[in-house]
């Protein structure tokens, strides 16, 4: 069994309350708009990390971090990307993938939406954990904590970090 922390749409920020979340996951994934590479740095430095670049990341993080990343955690095939569409309603680049890939979790960030929702047609959980940064339309600073044993998620938790622009601000220059 692995305790995932999945984040999105960080923007350059980091701060306390999501490191604590972080120390006690044993990976953290990050379905891309970093913003800047120290809040990979940061989260790497504590745990194993899984990350995709977003549209807002520039050629650091895009040699860095891949556009898609498609693993195996634990029995689940997982494949991730930051821009994948309304869930179940997939852009073209992205069923391509799904239909290649056939995974049994896909995850992606960009809508700053929060999202879980099983796709029962392509037999897929689909997981978008919101935005986790201090910048951009949304309410509520987001992300998901959650086990994955034997194939299947399990103790999925929705994490609110507070009101966006609020709270334990530090963002990473």
Not at 93 to 105: N, S, Y
Not at 147 to 165: S, W
Request: charged residues 20%; glycine residues 10%.
């Amino acid at each position: 069994m692995k305790k995932i922390l999945l984040l999105s749409d960080t923007h350059g920020h980091i701060d306390e309350r999501i490191l604590s979340y972080a120390k006690s996951a044993d990976e953290v994934w990050h379905a891309g708009d970093i913003g800047q590479l120290g809040v990979t740095d940061t989260l790497v430095n504590l745990k194993p990390l899984r990350a995709v670049y977003g549209n807002i990341d520039g050629n650091e993080a895009r040699v860095s971090f891949p556009e898609n990343k498609s693993f195996v955690c634990e029995g689940a095939l997982i494949v991730m990307t930051h821009i994948g569409g309304p869930a179940g309603r997939y852009t073209p680049r992205v069923r391509a993938l799904l239909d290649k890939q056939q995974p049994t979790v896909f995850i992606c960030g960009h809508s700053h939406i929060l999202k879980v929702m099983y796709i029962k047609n392509r037999q897929l959980m689909h997981l978008n954990p919101g935005a986790a940064g201090i910048h951009g339309f949304h309410q509520i600073r987001t992300m998901l904590r959650f086990e994955i044993e034997k194939g299947k998620l399990q103790n999925m938790e929705v994490i609110e970090l507070g009101l966006r622009g609020k709270g334990l601000a530090q963002t990473v220059d």
